[in-house]
């Protein structure tokens, strides 16, 4: 399964991939920004999209509106990785279509348990 | 004595430049009500004596008033120049610093998780290489140093982390800086006067989050119990 990482901190990108490697995802793009990172969907392929909220230019938020918006992206799972806990944040997620969300720090246990709820979810859809 | 801009002035100086401006400023005041006052005299229509001191008077607490003014406005332009150089030399410079140490700590962040990454070959190489009828205690070992390894790399999310609250912070900083660059701007005076330096405009989305270090657990549940439900 391909993976789309976005994050405008390296760090992090850094870290979501090696914490998807330890738990069995070795294919992982990733983007700077909300940009580059619609460019990457754009070319096909990606079938898991993690993506932090806080960006420049693009925020996470507006990139998910995007996907959804976008041909091929009405039903690519979305997981949003951030530091935002407020109530009305993660109720934003939700509307603009973002499938779970987990909250900064995180540890590869917490991400695999998200990305297979979506997984199942989706499965069972 | 007049301030120089750019040069900072003694600490007790700030203290001054309000006790003064206040002094003056109760002195125009007091000039004021003293004109608005009717006096004896003045309620004797016809009489020239009168009339004349009245006139002296006046004249006299309008040169006062003047005097006072001319001092008012010598104390602001003394405040603008306190202002803009606490704004120039201190809180851009503080901006900045803030930036320097996210770039720095950015960068150290991203040695650490390179060196973490050869570390965690080096020990899949000595499994790879150990003796087939190796211990399973030994394996288990080698499997828990891989562990350590995964999990000091996951602590460096802290640096993503305080990265954002050093955004507030700076945020925070510039707000103040345009808010001070308004403020000498307006003690300016009219157009024709040197404008303040524009300062960079508030973002309108920032990229950060003010509550980065909060408490998640409760945030966490909540949205746990959003999504299962979906």
Redesign the interface.
């Known amino acids: 399964m391909r993976f789309l990482v976005v994050d405008d901190s390296a760090t992090m990108r850094r870290i979501i991939v090696n914490s998807l490697a330890r738990i069995g995802h070795d294919d992982a793009l990733e983007a700077g920004d909300g940009a580059a990172a619609l460019e990457a969907f754009d070319q096909g392929g990606v079938q898991f999209i993690i993506t932090d909220w806080n960006m420049p230019q693009m925020s996470g938020l507006d990139f998910a509106r995007r996907v959804r918006a976008h041909p091929k992206g009405a039903t690519v799972p979305i997981l949003m990785v951030t530091t935002r806990s407020a109530r009305e944040d993660i109720l934003a997620a939700v509307d603009a279509g973002v499938n779970n969300y987990v909250l900064k720090p995180f540890t590869p246990p917490v991400l695999k348990e998200k990305i297979d709820a979506i997984l199942t979810s989706a499965a069972a859809a | 004595m007049p301030h120089e801009p750019g040069r900072p002035l003694p600490p007790q100086t700030h203290a001054d430049v309000l006790h003064a401006t206040d002094t003056a400023l109760r002195l125009v005041n007091q000039a004021v009500a003293d004109l608005g006052t009717p006096s004896s005299a003045a309620g004797s229509a016809g009489s020239l004596v009168a009339s004349l001191t009245n006139s002296r008077q006046l004249a006299a607490m309008v040169l006062h008033a003047n005097t006072q003014v001319a001092a008012l406005l010598e104390r602001i332009r003394v405040s603008r120049g306190l202002l803009a150089s606490a704004r120039e030399a201190q809180l851009a410079q503080m901006s900045s610093k803030f930036s320097a140490v996210t770039t720095a700590t950015?960068s150290a962040?991203?040695s650490m998780?390179e060196g973490l990454?050869r570390a965690i070959r080096v020990v899949e190489e000595l499994e790879q290489g150990s003796a087939p009828d190796a211990p399973p205690e030994r394996k288990a070992r080698f499997a828990a140093l891989r562990e350590e390894l995964?999990d000091v790399?996951?602590?460096?999310?802290?640096?993503?982390?305080t990265?954002?609250q050093l955004s507030h912070a700076s945020a925070v900083i510039d707000e103040a800086e345009r808010r001070l660059a308004d403020l000498a701007s307006v003690m300016s005076g009219p157009a024709g006067v040197e404008r303040a330096t524009p300062a960079t405009p508030p973002t309108p989305?920032?990229?950060?989050?003010a509550?980065?270090l909060?408490d998640?657990a409760e945030?966490?549940a909540?949205?746990d119990a959003?999504?299962?439900h979906?």
């Open positions: 950015e962040a991203t998780i990454e995964f790399m996951n602590f460096i999310q802290f640096q993503d982390i990265s954002q989305h920032p990229h950060y989050d509550d980065a909060a998640k945030s966490q909540f949205a959003l999504f299962d979906r």
